[in-house]
């Protein structure tokens, strides 16, 4: 790991001494992005956790834009396993913790009531990358999970690149390769507020919000998708217009009981598969922050925060229900369970390839 010539000092405050230890026998190190116009990012190799985003406001001021911890410590021995986080092998839901590739049945951990969650009970979360940083915005992580690593099939070779860009874009580029035929549905799971993170953190429900999509994945009371594909038009999951995230989330809607407020799959408008389009656009009124995000996968999982318990973070700030929203470009939940959905099979001599990026202004 090579971190000596990039400074780590940082406008969140974050110390580089309370990053730095080993775990599973790798060392574990805090690393800064920033560019030219001030933008700054602070993520460590430990899950690929992003902590700290500062982003500026209308008047130029900046603030910490998603929730995160101060140290290693909290970050192992938190509340919230995926804050930040890089999601693997799987991200969002398989039914039950089962699958059927080829014939052969796949049994994953029960991590989520009856279902297998976000990879399972040491994900891609909860392991230690290889770290590179090659210039100060960018961030290269490199990470071999084992054939059977959490009940999952092939040996798969990932390699994922943060970079910062002049355009004020933080951009994720994934790549995987597999020596068996798998599934491999990678993501992240950063939680942001763009009023900036306090004590407590306010709730984003007074939030702006459109999401480019016209259709979503219904789900049943334990959050699996029920197989169909329905549009959003005269729903209270319609966000094809911008309207505050709050407007419908208290209403006594089976999707909204189900998910506990908004935890659902939007199927990204796209003109063909894998094109790198707009997914979503995220403002506070407040601060003019805004949020665009671009992705090259088939759907994107809008959660509201629903079950954040209002525990403390990073700079002593808190994170009380609904204080966040996730943007989590995805393949569709349990898609190896539901063959008509778009297929997240990897095989060998494939090369998985995926492309996020979310984009910091401020609205006029």
Not at 245 to 270: A, P
């Amino acid at each position: 790991m090579d971190n000596k010539t990039f400074s780590t000092e940082n406008k969140c405050g974050l110390k580089q001494k309370d990053f730095q230890t080993t775990i599973d026998n790798k060392p574990v190190d805090l690393y800064v992005l920033r560019n030219s116009k001030g933008l700054e990012i602070c993520a460590t190799n430990y899950g690929g956790i992003v902590m700290a985003i500062m982003a500026p406001d209308k008047n130029g001021e900046f603030a910490n834009v998603v929730l995160g911890h101060d140290s290693i410590e909290t970050i192992v021995n938190g509340p919230e396993p995926y804050l930040g986080a890089t999601i693997g092998r799987y991200g969002n839901r398989i039914a039950n913790g089962k699958f059927t590739l080829d014939g052969k049945e796949y049994d994953l951990a029960i991590n989520n009531g009856p279902n297998n969650l976000h990879g399972g009970i040491k994900g891609f979360n909860k392991v230690v990358w290889d770290a590179e940083q090659p210039n100060d915005h960018t961030l290269v992580l490199k990470y071999t999970s084992a054939d059977g690593e959490e009940g999952f099939p092939g040996k798969v070779d990932v390699v994922m690149t943060y970079s910062l860009t002049e355009d004020n874009e933080f951009k994720i580029d994934y790549k995987a390769t597999t020596d068996k035929k798998t599934y491999v549905n990678l993501t992240n799971h950063a939680f942001f507020n763009l009023a900036g993170i306090a004590n407590p953190t306010p709730s984003v429900e007074d939030h702006e919000l459109m999401i480019n999509a016209d259709f979503y994945t219904p789900i049943d009371e334990v959050s699996i998708p029920t197989g169909e594909i329905l549009k959003v038009k005269g729903t209270v999951m319609d966000f094809t217009e911008s309207k505050l995230i709050g407007k419908d989330i208290n209403e006594k809607d089976q999707q909204l009981i189900n998910g506990t407020g908004y935890d659902h799959n939007y199927v990204v408008n796209k003109k063909e598969p894998g094109e790198l389009a707009f997914a979503a656009v995220y403002t506070d009124p407040a601060s003019k922050r805004n949020l665009k995000v671009f992705t090259t996968e088939p759907g994107m999982q809008l959660y509201t925060g629903n079950w954040l318990g209002g525990f403390e973070g990073i700079g002593g700030a808190t994170f009380p229900a609904r204080s966040a929203v996730c943007f989590e470009a995805q393949h569709f939940p349990d898609t190896p369970n539901k063959p008509f959905f778009p297929s997240a099979i990897l095989n060998p001599g494939e090369e998985y390839s995926q492309v996020t990026i979310y984009q910091f202004g401020v609205a006029e």
